[in-house]
């Protein structure tokens, strides 16, 4: 896997760098495009393994997943999706909220397979290595392998969809989730019809995607010089107007 | 990239689902492994954007990327680092808290490379689609940045270590970065002399990898049974057993 006789580090070769981008690029939220074919079980497992692979503060590993295929179940998730999707439509000014009622956001009841990865605050006991001083880090590990099981869908060709639009009390009410486990995601998931070259949003008008260069500071906020940024900037234009990370020579040997 | 030949699916082929689950399976936590080589500006960009390619909630793109170069600058976090995790010593008990001192916990000073990735929560307005019902979401949606920085990290064979240690107002005085701004992560980032083959914390005895299976519930909390669930748990008992994700055969077509 890592290409010792071409490069002296530990990267991957050229081929396999560019099936790590190629994940992370073509990934998608998927809504719409769902079909109804079974995921396999080893390659469910896959996935839920891979998101066990993500990092977790002070190694507690505080997710966990309840897999969710009874369509009784979905209905109830669906419900209440309804109940806060209306509520959130009345929150959007005019100019928006025609757009956003014509989006479709979310595929509960077309993916085979829903998914909750949640985070148990309590897992490894009161105080964690790491947690101490910032105490959201639990959930960001939950979300950490939340990402990790997306790019492994996307390698393995299954979409999944991210939804978000729920009172948490009444997700966790249709799953039997106790109060104190906090549910982090919500996923569907299933094959797909296709993936779309953009964001969903993002085709939709909804938002540009923000040129990257102008998100990027060095050694202090709001400060942009610096003849090192000034190189990296003119990488980051590169990329972004080329549309891909992926096209890229292998890295100069470090010196 | 995707083997429409052999499988009728928008799958990667097998050689590439080996190299996203290598990327996420060996990704580590590195702390003690830094070397002092310069990373070059071309990698550095490609990393970066593959961070500006995670999904986030209604497409706001919250994330800055602060780039600290400067021994000064870093030196600044070092000293909010040391301060914090003196005052995280003293909260663990006793037959822990040897072994929390002897753990290296950070790379500040070590790695060519820090990065902090924030959340601008006021990004693209007050409203934001799929953040009006969990408030949370422009937060994970930094996180998954983070996660996608990560792995594209160790395909390009660099380390990356998340430091949480420190008091959330410090690191912010340390980097100018405004008070409404929510710092997520600061990393450290450079070549390494090899990756561990476990998690550090794995490794030091801190705590144990998990059994995925005794993770994984059916349709509601704590529903274990289920056949499809029996199924799945064995084939999650045969991977962790394995130790791997990448030694799969090519999933079954689907039905």
Not at 205 to 220: C, I, M, N, T
Request: aromatic share 8%; glycine share 6%.
């Amino acid at each position: 896997m890592e290409s010792s006789d071409t490069y002296p580090s530990h990267a991957f070769c050229d081929a396999d760098r560019r099936a790590v981008y190629q994940a992370i690029t073509t990934r998608r939220d998927v809504r719409s495009e769902f079909l109804p074919q079974a995921v396999p079980e080893a390659l469910l497992a896959r996935l839920l393994m891979a998101a066990h692979h993500a990092p977790s503060v002070g190694f507690m590993q505080p997710w966990n997943f309840l897999v969710v295929r009874s369509d009784a179940v979905k209905q109830k998730v669906h419900a209440a999706f309804k109940v806060a999707n209306e509520e959130a439509k009345a929150l959007f000014p005019d100019r928006q909220r025609d757009l956003y009622s014509s989006l479709k956001l979310q595929g509960i009841l077309d993916a085979p397979i829903n998914l909750a990865i949640t985070c148990d605050r309590s897992r490894s006991g009161p105080v964690v290595l790491g947690r101490t001083h910032m105490p959201s880090m639990d959930l960001y590990s939950s979300v950490c392998a939340v990402q990790n099981l997306w790019l492994a869908a996307r390698a393995e060709g299954l979409g999944v969809g991210w939804v978000s639009i729920f009172h948490e009390t009444a997700l966790q009410d249709a799953l039997g989730i106790p109060a104190e486990i906090v549910p982090i995601a919500y996923l569907c998931i299933g094959y797909v019809s296709h993936f779309d070259t953009q964001p969903a949003l993002e085709k939709a008008g909804w938002l540009p995607r923000l040129p990257v260069e102008e998100l990027v500071f060095q050694d202090r906020w709001g400060h942009l010089n610096g003849a090192q940024n000034q190189e990296l900037l003119e990488h980051l234009r590169a990329l972004q107007a080329s549309g891909t990370i992926s096209d890229m020579p292998l890295p100069a040997a470090p010196q």
